[in-house]
Each structure stands twice: as structure tokens, then as C-alpha cells.
């Protein structure tokens, strides 16, 4: 046999056997005296008569260009997890994303978890009190960490507090003299 069979030439164009078996009944490919296919010369004579607007064309693949952010993110996200990081340019595969999304889906949960808690609270919050405590603190405020507020000499006076109820039991007094 000097060519290719009917199965070999059309694996090599990516048609079917019926499609080839159809060609040579119209005499589109050209055969060597022993019914195989001269592959070459059909090949030449099938890109001759084939009418372009008729072959079918690959899909392009649908491809979304990723943001830099989300790339950089999900790097960071591998890293802080002790995983694999795709070298710069390298492009990140699907199983280093997914890995990205359920870490940051855990941490997520995490949070959200703290904060029902009551573990967790808003930085706006944190500020104040840490911002308040330093007026207090630094005794700029109208009272000290204490309870006791100054007088015009800068004396301490005494503080009585209204009983304070705790979780743990009654009712108690919070008294506090302090001399200057």
C-alpha cells in the first residue's frame, strides 16, 4: 500500500470516514493504482475545490480577561495558606482558583462567625474606644480611667457610682475616694 486508507486520511484532515468515502466517490481525492489515498496531492486538490465560506471554523474559546487585582489576590490567598503560587505571567490554573475561593469562602465564614460571637468588631468602633481610652488615660478628659474627675486645682474628687449590676451577682456599690 503506497498511501493512506480511508481511516488514516481522515484522521489526518479531521473529517469523518463518510465524508472521505463521499470525496472519492465524486473523485475529489486522488488514488494511487492500489485504492489508496496520495494524501499530498488530495489534500492540494480538496484546498482547490473547496468552497471557504462552507468549512466550518473552531469556536473561538470564550475566554473573560481576569482583572491583575483578582490574579494578585488569589496569589496572596495561596500564599497565606502555605500553597503553590503561579509564577509571574504564568496565568493561574482553574485548581489554584478554586483552592483561592474555598480559602477565602473559609475565611469569610470565619469572620462572620466572630462577629456573631461577639469576638470581632468594627474598626470604626475600635477606634473610638482605643481613642477615648488615651483621652482618659492621659487624664485630658472630663473624668480618668477611674471614675474620679478633677477640680479646679486638679485634685481628684470622690466618685459615687450608682450600684452596677454584674452578670455574676447582686447589685454592688462602687465607692472610690482618692486623695490628691
Do not use: W
Not at 463518510?18 to 496531492?41: C, F, H, M, P, T
Not at 459615687?160 to 475616694?177: D, F, I, K, W
Amino acid at each position: 500500500m503506497q498511501g493512506m486508507s480511508e481511516r488514516e486520511y481522515a484522521a489526518h484532515v479531521g473529517l469523518s470516514r463518510g465524508a472521505i468515502q463521499k470525496a472519492k466517490a465524486a473523485e475529489r481525492l486522488v488514488l494511487y493504482s492500489d485504492g489508496s489515498i496520495n494524501a499530498a496531492a488530495s489534500d492540494a486538490r480538496r484546498a482547490e475545490t473547496t468552497d471557504p465560506s462552507k468549512t466550518r471554523k473552531l469556536p473561538a474559546p470564550k475566554l473573560k480577561p481576569v482583572p491583575e487585582a483578582a490574579v494578585a489576590a488569589v496569589g496572596d490567598t495561596l500564599r497565606e495558606q502555605g500553597l503553590a503560587v503561579p509564577a509571574v505571567g504564568g496565568g493561574t490554573t482553574f485548581l489554584q482558583a478554586k483552592t483561592a475561593n474555598e480559602v477565602l469562602k473559609a475565611q469569610e465564614r470565619r469572620i462572620r462567625l466572630q462577629k456573631l460571637k461577639g469576638e470581632l468588631i468594627e474598626r470604626a468602633r475600635a477606634l473610638a474606644l482605643v481613642f477615648r481610652l488615651g483621652i482618659v488615660q492621659r487624664g485630658d478628659g472630663p473624668a480618668d480611667h477611674r471614675g474620679a474627675s478633677r477640680d479646679a486645682e486638679g485634685s481628684r474628687k470622690t466618685c459615687t457610682r450608682p450600684p452596677r449590676r454584674t452578670r455574676r451577682g447582686p447589685a454592688r456599690l462602687s465607692v472610690r475616694a482618692a486623695m490628691a
